[in-house]
């Protein structure tokens, strides 16, 4: 039996799904935003914010500021033979945990009318102009609009038939929290041997160190540990902020198969957002400024349509995938040709001595990859 009807039902409550159900309530419609874990909860995440989405969470009523995210406007890049390049980020950004900021944004949401539920969705059907949406407890829901931001890899992607899910993806991700020493204001990417760890300090002092690697090259080690002795450790930068920390965490989180293969923004009539649009390389260090400027777009879109500005379904369907790829295909690519450049076990060692000859080059390459601060209508 159908329970309830909504304007809009949002799938995945990472950073996305919370921003797009904030601003589609904002505007007066009713918002279902169905969410499979508990808040709060860490995720395996970089947690440098590029400012670019600054302007637009400020708008929501968003200031992660008020919750101690630390100002970030310097990069240092360490390279496998410990050699330390220096750069300003062109546009900064902040440190914030998973944990805290989809809880805050969680909070927001509640705050601003969103209906949140706490299921697993595990069928979306398309009929007669509009979608129902059923969870794995049974409760079923209608809605005009379906947004799917239910991030790199979910069980609605094996419902879809993907095709990039049914591809084998050689990135593993594994994170912890560390308590230490190690500047506000910076983001590292320390760079070993099939990977690089991306260091920088949250809302609560804590470090976060968080690496991505070939799972190829990782499991012929015994475990975690020994994989960080023997290869993170040859970079010296590393081996002492390990060395010289206290874990926060049990475990440190890992997880497998990142996917960045192209995905269609448009699915079975569902409008993608964030990761579930199309994932840039983690080296990037802008796939939350990407899933927060997704939900941006098609927010507004979904606004007009709502509203009779945009006429029919297939109208807004184009305009979105037409906007999304003007707005994100050149950083895809661009990031994609650094991370497959960087992976080259031969050339990443060459062409990080370029950079440290060369150190003006990085914020032109971190431009690439990155917008300009969002624009707030
Ligand atoms: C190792 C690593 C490091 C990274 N570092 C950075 C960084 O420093 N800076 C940066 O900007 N980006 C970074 N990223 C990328 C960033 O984490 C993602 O781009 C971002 O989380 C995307 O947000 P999202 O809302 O699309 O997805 P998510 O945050 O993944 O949210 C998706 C949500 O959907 C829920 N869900 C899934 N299936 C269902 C279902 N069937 N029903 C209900 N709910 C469901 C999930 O529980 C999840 O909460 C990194 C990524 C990796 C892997």
Redesign the pocket.
Known sequence: MIKQQFDVIV?????????SAIHLSKAKFKVLL????DYP?H????????NEVLPYLESLGFNPFEFGAKKIANFELTTHNNKSIKANLPLG?FGMS?YEM?FQLYQLAVKNNVKVLQ????DIVFEADMFQVE??LNEKFQSKIVIG????????DIKFQRKFITKKSP?L???IHVSGDFPEDK?ALHNFKGGYC?V?KVENNHI?L???TDFEAFKSYKDIDAFQEEVLFKNSALKAIFKNSEAQFKQPLT?SQ?SFETKNPIENHVIM?????G??H?L?????????R??QLASHLIIDYLQGKIETREALENQYAKRWKKTFNLRLKAGHTIAYLFRQDWLAPKLLRLLSWFPFLIPQIIKMTHGKPMIVK
């Not at 169905?34 to 874990?37: D, M, Q, V, W």
């Not at 395996?44 to 914010?49: A, D, I, L, S």
């Not at 299921?119 to 595990?122: D, G």
């Not at 957002?273 to 649009?277: E, L, N, S, V």
């Open positions: 799938i995945g409550g990472g950073l996305a799904g919370l921003t169905i969410e499979k874990n909860k995720k395996v995440c970089g947690e440098y914010v590029s950004g998973r989809d299921e697993t969705v595990i969870t794995k931001a239910f991030g790199k890899r979910s069980n609605l990135y991700g594994v994170k983001v991306g920088s976060n968080c690496y991505i997880i990142i957002c964030g990761d579930t649009a994932m840039i983690p990037c260090g802008n796939g939350m400024g990407m899933a927060i997704s939900a």
